[in-house]
């Protein structure tokens, strides 16, 4: 038999060195979660596919990966079925969840009665994508998520953004930048420009200004249907510079007349001006940040890798009015953050920024003694084990030099061994140096293996 | 919109209390995993439905949760399928991993040209299966298991049950059972009854003693085709009775002319006697103990939960020759075994041994001062937490009794506040115990919110 064996497009293996590394950008994120009064929550890979449809747009839908009802009626289903979409309708009552927040949304709504709002949460799943594979774009990837609902607090954006702060600052990332703008701003913009009704399409067309420059936001505001003056009007606001200070003046006359935009200055003053909070890498307004998702409805965040490393987003969030409203709990309003555990990755590897204590695992191997002496070395090794440190007993009774060979490409620290005829002493050695210990069972017991 | 949410049956969610004391669980055993020399690893949820199909029987096939094809080819397959089961196969080339020891063959034959021999991994996943929900059996649960593969030395087997030995003692679980056998005792059982042929059938039978009793057992083989006096055997054999040590010298009169018998007495020997390890709770012999998986090869273990909770297995594993060989990787042995998360979780709820430091979130909520003080009170909350305590601040402007009641529904041990004209000067108190600290802030930074 010689299948070529493969695992499904975009999906990967995660071998020991790259979960520990992983797992330690999560326990940091999980830390500081902990340490800002988040509580974890866990809901199932799979959803009722009704709970994941129309949430995304006609595009996300597309995306959503649907579980096969298990059973002979699929059989029948299926012929009843007109088209592809209503085939997986009829033949999928489940699908795998596409994001944590709508599943957030959905447990809150379940639990209202139960929950103790406001309530802070956060949740660290993987969740799936049928998006084509590409660099950095996974079918399967992990999120992690930090959302208040129940409070219309600002004191709860500062905390999130001091979040990231701390986070990345404590991953060692210097050089990130951690973006803010409030969507009401954006609508004052819209009503500066006279053009409520594009609201949408003027952000759909600033947020793009990164990738295709002013003369392509000017181009696509012209096919979304802006005048040359209202372009101009448009171009004028995202050109606004200097301090976050000096932005906010500039706003404040240029949206004297906006209700929303007042109100979003606001709340970006509070934010950025409130002294609640000392930041490492201090939040900077830029007003040509929009984020995609028309769920966003305050502040809106990104944070940018530092472009040393060509990454782009490692994160992003922001506040919604009424994310619950979706499944039927209107006015309870949320703010929320995700961090990019790929990306933060791809970052960390980049920048050589993991610590050597990530890919720690065992710290000594002893070697097999073969015959006699068996019991011996295995109770150096469980005395070991017992002051914490890793530590294995080569299982399989073969020379010494192969052993030394398997300690070698494993790239532990420290071997042990015993000799014939000193009894009740073992030999450790230092694998990169190989400064030798002569050492007494007692010595054993509580030597470092540093 | 009034929907009436649910999530797929047999799935659940896991609210903070419960992902809490999960971890706890996860967590003990994971750091005893690592201290064993174990490595983690990760494999997707989803494996191309050929690697699963065929391994676990054809029930297990039928529980296997296929995903649906992206994009609209599904359509024109689907008209192709002559049945349920064609069906499956047309439109789903990913599924939902089943266990966690098949995608790890597969890893285990995918990377061999990297790996390096012995190999010990554990892995920590959800698995999903499409069993029936029931009290305790749910569609997604967690598995946590840890293997060796390349390795034939019984020292692999004394290591797995020390593992068993040393989390359960560590989360505190008394009188539970650690059952060993060996499938090659039951091959010599098979062939002094004179019916290997149905060696297959009477391991079946007699794993099934403590539920159907000796009649039971008596009338399963009579029904699978034992003469009477085959059947007399059998039952004589797994009524060997005695310490472990008597029972292995009946067995090595018993089993003497059976070579298979023969090499399995030799391994439970040194398994149970080499004294290379001391247990707080000594493996037993258990000549009923068959577990239904046809890979294993050699000793097989079973823990069973303290009789006093009626929970059953809490975990098992054993020894199998040729795993890899179903994916065209032969003659490479392997020894595992797993936990069961979620029964150990009944067990400690039952026994009510979960430490209350696995339940602990947030230590202190801080009071929103209302106006003037907000900043202050913001820099006591970020000093606390820079002691590594969790904290919170109550982010809403509202009455102070209702902060408190808040605080009394969460669950904190204590609350802090600050009262007006005392400048510099923190209220901490107890919410249990009503005690009250009046802290400078220097004393609050370094407070023990024990």
């Not at 959503?64 to 997986?88: R, V």
């Not at 209700?259 to 939040?283: D, H, I, K, W, Y």
């Not at 005395?383 to 052993?403: H, M, T, Y």
């Amino acid at each position: 038999m010689t299948t070529i064996l493969s695992i499904p497009q975009g999906t990967r293996d995660f071998g020991p060195e790259v979960v520990r590394k992983r797992n330690y950008i999560i326990s940091t994120i999980r830390k500081t979660f902990e340490l800002y009064g988040f509580q974890p929550l866990e809901t199932p890979a799979m959803e009722n596919t009704s709970t994941l449809l129309g949430k995304y747009g006609d595009e996300g839908d597309k995306l959503i990966f649907k579980i096969l009802n298990n059973g002979e009626d699929i059989f029948g289903h299926a012929q009843m079925a007109k088209n592809a979409h209503e085939l997986g309708l009829l033949l999928c009552e489940k699908a795998l969840k596409y994001d944590l927040t709508i599943p957030f949304a959905r447990y809150v709504v379940m639990n209202k009665g139960k929950l103790i709002f406001p309530f802070k949460r956060y949740q660290i799943q993987p969740v799936w994508r049928g998006d084509k594979p590409q660099k950095g774009r996974y079918r399967e990837f992990c999120q992690c998520d930090a959302d208040i609902v129940g409070s219309n607090s600002l004191i709860n954006e500062v905390e999130l953004l001091k979040i990231y702060d701390t986070v990345l600052t404590e991953l060692g990332i210097q050089g990130f930048q951690l973006k803010i703008n409030n969507r009401k701003v954006l609508t004052g913009l819209a009503e500066l420009v006279g053009r409520p009704d594009l609201m949408i399409d003027i952000t759909i067309a600033i947020d793009k200004l990164d990738k295709i420059g002013e003369d392509g936001v000017r181009k696509e505001l012209a096919e979304r249907g802006l005048l040359p003056q209202e372009i101009d009007k448009v171009i004028a606001f995202i050109g606004i510079s200097g301090s976050n200070d000096e932005k906010l003046q500039q706003l404040s006359a240029l949206l004297a007349q906006s209700e929303a935009g007042q109100r979003g200055l606001e709340e970006l003053r509070f934010v950025l001006n409130s002294g609640l909070s000392s930041f490492n890498t201090p939040p900077v307004l830029d007003l040509t940040l929009a984020r995609g998702l028309n769920y966003y409805t305050g502040m809106i965040v990104e944070v940018k890798a530092p472009d040393s490393v060509k990454i782009g987003s490692i994160g992003g969030g922001g506040r919604y009015d009424d994310l619950t409203g979706l499944f039927g709990l209107p006015g309870t309003s949320g703010v929320g953050i995700s961090f990019g555990v790929d990306r933060i990755y791809d970052v960390l590897e980049a920048l050589q920024l993991f610590p050597a204590a990530a890919e720690q695992g065992t710290r000594v191997i002893f070697f097999h003694p073969g015959g006699a002496r068996l019991a011996e070395v295995f109770g150096y090794l469980q005395a070991v084990r017992a002051n914490g440190v890793p530590a294995e007993l080569f299982p399989d009774d073969i020379k010494q030099d192969k052993q030394y060979k398997y300690a070698e490409k494993r790239g532990v620290p420290y071997i042990a061994y015993v000799e014939d005829p000193a009894a009740d002493t073992v030999y450790v050695k230092h694998m990169q140096n190989k400064q030798r210990y002569t050492l007494t069972p007692q010595e054993l017991a509580s030597f470092e293996f540093a």
